[in-house]
């Protein structure tokens, strides 16, 4: 069973910044995009909001929220998306939950990483 692997949560000040990191347990095969979520405080799960995706051949998005802070990239040889979050807000409080899709099999996803932004 492939695993996704998360690290780099925890707590920083407002205005400071984080560097989250997704890696499979294993290689990968058919992996067509990958991404995060992440689910506020008090929030349902059903309500978690998708942050930012990378897409095969380079497409990217992101939340309206964190357009211009937040950097999704992806290194394909090592089946590992990162998430560089800078001038980081109180209100970007949750965990982070990344997720990979594949083609012909269901989504795979991470276990979650807190991230607190507080002074």
């Known amino acids: 069973q492939v695993q996704l692997v998360e690290s780099g949560g925890g707590l920083v000040q407002p205005g400071g910044s984080l560097r989250l990191s997704c890696a499979a347990s294993?290689?990968?095969?058919?992996?067509?995009?990958m991404g995060w979520y992440r689910q506020a405080p008090g929030k349902q799960r059903e309500l978690r909001e998708l942050?930012?995706?990378?897409?095969?051949?380079?497409?990217?998005n992101y939340a309206d929220s964190v357009k211009g802070r937040f950097t999704i990239s992806r290194d394909n040889a090592k089946n590992t998306v990162y998430l560089q979050m800078n001038s980081l807000k109180p209100e970007d409080t949750a965990v982070y939950s990344c997720?990979?899709?594949?083609?012909?099999?269901?989504?795979?996803w991470g276990q979650g990483t807190q991230v607190t932004v507080s002074s």
């Open positions: 294993r290689s990968i095969f058919g992996i067509y995009a």
């Open positions: 942050v930012a995706v990378s897409i095969n051949g380079g497409s990217t």
């Open positions: 997720f990979a899709d594949q083609y012909g099999s269901s989504r795979l």
